[in-house]
């Protein structure tokens, strides 16, 4: 079984921090990794990718990859209230172009 | 690019009757499309993978008799439910893989479903 886990949350950070996201999954030949963003009421949409380790960069949010720890992380710098939302963490196994869901984290950036 | 539409975007149904759901590829042709429902603060639920121009492959515990899919061309697939009931109000949301050498997907704006 698959596993995908992310704490749920509610992650409460205020405006202009650093939010930190992360998530740890089970499958060892995972290769491909997302975060998506949903706001309460709508579908989640794509904000990164990442499929080797390190970090990956692409303005106010960084990607973290750790294959030998089986973890994937999420940083948000300068934080904005827009940024409430629950944040999902996708795997895909090896060879699957089915992914695994996390539940997701809801984060909070207050004023 | 890789913008997928949804409609219905909101549908309310009597108990006993069906609903077709549409999902469309605006701006690629997408092989696979996945459909997904989610309860109100709850997780995603993968309920199926469409592949177009074979039959829908369903996740255990979905009754294919009852959310029929169709994936007649590269930018559409359909979700029919049928006989609906109660239980079966939901949020239900496809994506699409436009691109056949990653696993990106990209996300429909989801249909809400209620069955009075």
């Known amino acids: 079984q698959k596993e995908v886990e992310q704490n749920s949350g509610p992650l409460s ?11 740890t999954y089970s499958d060892r030949g995972s290769q491909s990794f997302f975060w998506y963003r949903q706001y309460s009421g709508k579908s989640p949409e794509l904000i990164m990718s990442i499929y080797s380790n390190g970090d990956k960069e692409d303005g106010r949010f ?16 300068d934080s904005q209230p827009s940024d409430s939302a629950t944040y999902l963490c996708a795997v895909n196994g090896g060879g699957s172009y089915i992914p695994t869901f996390g539940r997701g984290t809801s984060l909070i950036v207050h004023p | 690019g890789a913008v997928v539409s949804q409609h219905p975007s909101r549908v309310i149904c009597k108990s006993g009757t069906s609903v077709k759901i549409e999902c469309r590829s605006l701006d690629f ?7 997904y429902r989610q309860f109100p603060k709850k997780s995603l639920m993968l309920m199926a993978t469409s592949n177009e121009g074979s039959k829908a492959t369903y996740e255990q515990g979905v009754e294919k008799d009852k959310f029929l899919i169709n ?18 109000s939901s949020f239900y949301i496809c994506s699409a893989r436009p691109y056949a050498n990653t696993y990106e997907q990209y996300f429909g704006p989801g249909t809400r479903l209620t069955v009075t």
């Not at chain 1, 950070?13 to 998530?23: D, K, R, T, Y």
């Not at chain 1, 960084?62 to 710098?77: C, D, E, G, P």
């Not at chain 2, 994936?71 to 079966?88: C, F, G, I, K, R």
């Open chain 1, 13 to 23: 950070v205020p405006e202009g921090a650093i939010a930190s996201l992360n998530c």
């Open chain 1, 62 to 77: 960084t990607a973290q990859l750790n294959k030998a720890s089986q973890y994937v992380s999420l940083l948000i710098r």
């Open chain 2, 29 to 35: 042709q997408a092989t696979t499309m996945f459909w």
């Open chain 2, 71 to 88: 994936h007649a061309s590269l930018t559409l697939s359909t979700l029919t439910v049928t006989s609906a009931h109660p239980e079966d």
